[in-house]
């Protein structure tokens, strides 16, 4: 049964400052690892999907990483900003269609 | 284009009434999914449909859920007999395809609450 993890469960930093969320995955049969952030009381946001065969993928001040053999991604967020306070959260996609998550890490950006 | 659209945004009712929670997809995506957030219990799979058939139900909690899709798009979901611990946030996601490059998109969720 696929799990997986995201440390730290929170994560509090001044603002402009560089950081990287982890998340770990048990079974890495998958066929892809997708990064969302979600603000409170309201839904999901796509931010990066990494496909199995691809190793990274970027999006602004985002860059997401992926080693499948190890079971593990990083979400790295440059130079972060107060609108980036949310929880983040992992999903990796693996024998089955559905998305299996990570509990997040809930970021604070200081001003 | 409109995104993933879920109605109502909030319901309250009773122990024991029966809920039926909307979702509408992103045009043309064939793939619809929905899943649960409750306090403390991170993000848990339901169910899965491509077209109107239902090949994953594994994540259905009991047999008071129930979920159907027509047309290829919107979806119902169905709680009968409601529990107070069905109380959560009901999320649907639509994807073009059901593997591979298949980026899930999410809807603002339903908030249930059971009394």
């Known amino acids: 049964k696929q799990e997986v993890t995201q440390i730290p469960a929170a994560l509090s930093v001044p603002e402009g400052e560089n950081l990287v969320l982890n998340c770990s995955f048990t079974d890495s049969a998958i066929y892809n690892l997708q990064w969302f952030r979600q603000d409170p009381g309201k839904g999901l946001t796509s931010l990066l999907l990494i496909q199995s065969s691809q190793r990274e993928q970027t999006s602004g001040r985002l860059n997401a990483s992926l080693d499948k053999s190890s079971g593990r991604s990083t979400l790295y967020i440059a130079a972060s900003q107060p609108g980036d306070s949310a929880t983040y959260l992992c999903a990796v996609q693996g024998g089955s269609e559905k998305l299996v998550f990570g509990k997040g890490t809930k970021l604070t950006v200081n001003p | 284009g409109a995104g993933v659209s879920q109605s109502p945004s909030n319901k309250v009712t009773e122990k024991g009434k029966d809920v039926e929670l909307r979702c509408d997809p992103i045009?043309?995506?064939?793939?619809l999914y929905w899943y649960r957030q409750s306090l403390g219990q991170g993000l848990e799979f339901l169910i899965y449909?491509?077209?109107?058939?239902?090949?994953?139900k594994s994540g259905l909690p009991s047999d008071r859920f129930s979920a159907e899709r027509t047309g290829g798009s919107v979806s119902t979901l169905t709680i009968q007999r409601t529990q107070q611990e069905d109380s959560a946030v009901y999320l649907c996601?639509?994807?073009?395809?059901?593997?591979?490059?298949?980026?899930?998109?999410f809807g603002p969720g339903t908030r249930l609450t059971v009394l």
């Open positions: 045009s043309g995506h064939t793939a």
């Open positions: 449909f491509q077209g109107n058939s239902a090949p994953d």
């Open positions: 996601a639509s994807s073009l395809a059901a593997r591979g490059n298949a980026e899930q998109f």
